[in-house]
Each structure stands twice: as C-alpha cells, then as structure tokens.
C-alpha cells in the first residue's frame, strides 16, 4: 500500500506565503510524475502544477510566477512553495503522485487534501 500525507495548509494573509508538503509512504520504488490540484467552494477540481519526472514543470496560468512545486525523490516528497497568496487561491489542495512501486507496479494515489484560507 501508498499513501501520501499532505501538510503545511491554513489561514493566511493576502500577499502571504505557505509551503504544502506531501510525503508519500509505503512499498515505493520510486516516484514519476508528480502534481498538486486544488477545489475551491463550488467549482470543479483544478490543476495547479504538474512536475513530470525528469522534465520541466507547467503551471496554471493563475498560479503562474507566484507557485513553485518541488520534489525530494530521496525523501519521497512533493512541495508547493506558494507566494503572493490570494484571496481566490482558497481552496483544497491535493496532491496527485504516480507511484512505482516496489514490485513496479504503478500507481496513482491521491492526498486527502490541506485546506488553505486566504482571507484577512
């Protein structure tokens, strides 16, 4: 089994910062591509940033300059460092990570999420 745990999330000011952390765990080989999505209060879940293993990052148009995702392949970790915090960033983040495993099966987990409030 794989799981993945997010933290870092909360209640932040506009213009503040938060790091979310994602820390995969179990019978892992390796991780391969990684991503961080986000659902906002009525709307559909988005994608914010996807960092393909080995390649170069993309990043939503509205996060575009102010997010930067990140990975620890040692430590099994995914980061979103998030700056220039607005109030419409408010949302569930989730982390997306496909997983080869120990036997090299791969997978795809989902986090349970981390809520981020950005709100004076």
């Known amino acids: 089994q794989v799981q993945l745990v997010e933290s870092g999330g909360g209640l932040v000011q506009p213009g503040g910062s938060l790091r979310l952390s994602c820390a995969a765990s179990g019978s892992i080989f390796s991780l391969d591509d990684v991503g961080w999505y986000r659902q906002a209060p009525g709307k559909e879940r988005e994608l914010v940033s996807v960092l393909p293993s080995g390649g170069t990052a993309t990043y939503a148009d509205s996060v575009k300059g102010r997010f930067t995702i990140s990975r620890d392949n040692a430590k099994g970790t995914v980061y979103l460092l998030m700056n220039s915090l607005k109030p419409e960033d408010t949302a569930v983040y989730y982390c997306?990570?496909?997983?080869?495993?120990?036997?090299?099966?791969?997978?795809?987990?989902w986090g349970q999420g981390t809520l981020v409030t950005v709100s004076s």
């Open positions: 997306n990570v496909r997983v080869v495993t120990s036997v090299f099966e791969i997978l795809e987990v």
